[in-house]
C-alpha cells in the first residue's frame, strides 16, 4: 500500500509537471512547438506506469512474475492495434498527428495494462497474503524511502543525461557535414531499426534477471557475509554463464546474417552494416543486463545507478567531441566505449561484492568458438538453397542454433546441470 501511495503521488506529479510545463518544454527544450500535444497525451498514461512498476515488482518478489509477464504481452498487442488505426486518422494530418498517434497508442495500452494487473493482484492478495500480516521488523515507510528517493534522483540525473545525448546526435551529425535529413535519417536508422531488432532477444535476458532478483534477496537476507555463501557464488556464476551463452549465440547469428535480416525486416541495406556492427557488443550489453539484475538481488542499486551516470555522462561527453568531426563513425566508437564501460564497471562490482572469479575461458572463448563453427556451417549448408529469403534465414537461425547446442554440448559449454538449474528457476 505504501509504495502505491508513493507511486501515484510521485505519477501524478510527473503528470502534471509535464502536461502543464509542455509548452515550455516543446518549444525551449527539443526545440520544436509541435511535441507539445504528444507530450500532454504521453504525461496521461505517467501515474498509470508507476502503478503497474509497482504492481509488477510485486508479482517478481512473490514469484509468480508470469503475471505480470501477461500483462506485457497484452499490453504491447493493445499498444500495436491502436496505433494502427490511429495512424490511419491521423497521420494524413501530418507529423504532429503522427506522433500523437503512438502516443495514444501508448497511453492508452498502459492504462489497460494497469488495470489488468490491479484485478490480478486483488485476486492474488485475496488467495495468497493472510488477512492479518505480522508487523514490519522496522519502519516501512523509511525503508522504501531510502532505497527508492535515492535511486529517483540517479535515475532523474541520468534521463536528463540521457535526453541530452538524444538532442546532440543530430546536432553533431550536422555539424560533421550532413544535412538535416540526412543526419536524423542515420539517427533513425540505428536507433529506430537496428537497436530495436538487436536488443529484441534481450527480453529474455531481462525476464531471467527478474527471476534472479528475488533469489538473491532471500539469500542476502539469509548471509550476512555474501562473500561467503557459496549458493550467492553458484547462482552468480550459472547466471553468468547462461547470459553468455545466449547472448554471443544471438551475436553470432546478427553477424553473420546481417545483410539478410536488414532487407528482409527494414529492406535497407545500410541497415545490415548496422546490424554487423553492433552484433559485435550483443554480449556485452545482455551481460550488462543479466549484471544488473543481479547487483539488485544484491541491495547494490544505487553502484548500479552510479554507473549509468557516469555512462551517460561519458556518452554526451563523447557525442560533443566526436560526431561534428567523425560524423557516425564517432557515435559508433561513443556506444561501443559507453556499452563496455558500464558492463566493465557493473561487473567488477558484481565480482567484489560476492568473491567470484570470472573464467573467460568457460563463459566466453569456448561459447564463442561454438558460435563461429555453428553460423559458419549453418550458412554454408542452407544459404545457397534456392529458397525463398524468409524461409532461408529462418532455416539458418534454426540450424545455427541446432549446431550451436551440439558444439557447446560437445566441448562441455552446457551441462545436465545447467538445465536443471534453468528449469528450477522457471519453476
Not at 509535464?18 to 518544454?25: E, H, K, P, R
Not at 497521420?91 to 500523437?100: F, K, N, Q, V, W
Not at 538445465?419 to 522457471?426: M, V
Request: with cysteine; glycine share 6%; charged share 15%.
Amino acid at each position: 500500500r505504501r509504495c502505491l501511495a508513493y507511486a501515484v503521488i510521485f505519477g501524478t506529479a510527473a503528470a502534471l509537471i509535464l502536461f502543464f510545463g509542455a509548452d515550455v518544454i516543446s518549444s525551449s527544450l527539443l526545440g520544436d512547438a509541435r511535441t507539445k500535444i504528444s507530450l500532454q497525451a504521453l504525461a496521461v498514461s505517467l501515474p498509470f506506469i508507476a502503478v503497474s512498476n509497482v504492481l509488477s515488482g510485486y508479482f517478481s518478489a512473490v514469484r509468480r512474475i508470469y503475471k505480470s509477464a501477461i500483462s506485457n504481452v497484452i499490453e504491447q498487442f493493445i499498444k500495436i492495434a491502436i496505433i494502427i488505426v490511429a495512424l490511419n486518422f491521423l497521420a494524413p494530418r501530418g507529423i504532429e498527428y503522427a506522433c500523437l498517434a503512438l502516443v495514444i497508442g501508448t497511453s492508452v495500452s498502459e492504462g489497460i495494462s494497469f488495470s489488468y494487473m490491479f484485478v490480478l493482484y486483488l485476486i492474488d492478495k485475496k488467495r495468497h497474503l493472510p488477512k492479518r500480516d505480522a508487523a514490519p521488523s522496522a519502519p516501512l515507510t523509511k525503508r522504501m524511502l531510502g532505497i527508492s528517493i535515492p535511486i529517483a534522483l540517479s535515475a532523474y540525473l541520468r534521463s536528463g543525461l540521457s535526453t541530452a545525448e538524444h538532442v546532440l546526435i543530430p546536432v553533431g551529425l550536422k555539424k560533421s557535414g550532413a544535412n538535416s535529413a540526412e543526419a536524423l535519417s542515420l539517427y533513425g536508422v540505428v536507433h529506430g531499426m537496428v537497436f530495436p531488432l538487436i536488443l529484441f532477444p534481450s527480453a529474455l535476458c531481462s525476464t531471467f534477471a527478474s527471476l534472479i532478483v528475488p533469489e538473491l534477496s532471500d539469500l542476502k537476507a539469509k548471509y550476512k557475509n555474501v562473500k561467503e555463501s557459496k549458493h550467492i557464488k553458484y547462482i552468480v556464476a550459472r547466471s553468468i554463464k547462461f547470459g553468455l551463452l545466449f547472448a554471443i549465440f544471438v551475436s553470432g547469428v546478427f553477424i553473420y546474417f546481417a545483410d539478410e535480416l536488414g532487407m528482409l525486416v527494414y529492406n535497407n541495406e545500410l541497415c545490415g552494416k548496422y546490424i554487423r556492427i553492433f552484433g559485435f557488443l550483443i554480449p556485452v550489453m545482455y551481460l550488462d543486463t543479466v549484471v544488473d539484475g543481479m547487483l539488485k538481488g544484491l541491495g547494490e542499486q544505487l553502484a548500479s545507478m552510479r554507473y549509468n551516470i557516469i555512462d551517460a555522462a561519458t556518452s554526451v561527453a563523447l557525442v560533443i567531441l566526436l560526431l561534428p568531426r567523425f560524423g557516425m563513425d564517432g557515435y559508433v566508437f561513443c556506444v561501443f566505449v559507453t556499452e563496455l564501460l558500464n558492463a566493465s564497471l557493473s561487473l567488477a562490482r558484481l565480482l567484489k561484492v560476492t568473491d567470484f572469479r570470472f573464467n573467460i575461458f568457460e563463459f566466453a572463448a569456448v561459447p564463442a568458438l561454438c558460435a563461429v563453427g555453428a553460423v559458419s556451417l549453418a550458412g554454408i549448408i542452407i544459404m545457397p538453397l534456392s529458397l525463398s529469403s524468409p524461409i532461408r534465414l529462418s532455416l539458418g537461425i534454426f540450424v545455427s542454433a541446432a549446431l550451436y547446442y551440439l558444439f557447446a554440448r560437445i566441448f562441455g559449454a552446457v551441462t545436465d546441470e545447467d538445465g536443471r538449474w534453468i528449469k528450477s528457476i522457471i519453476a
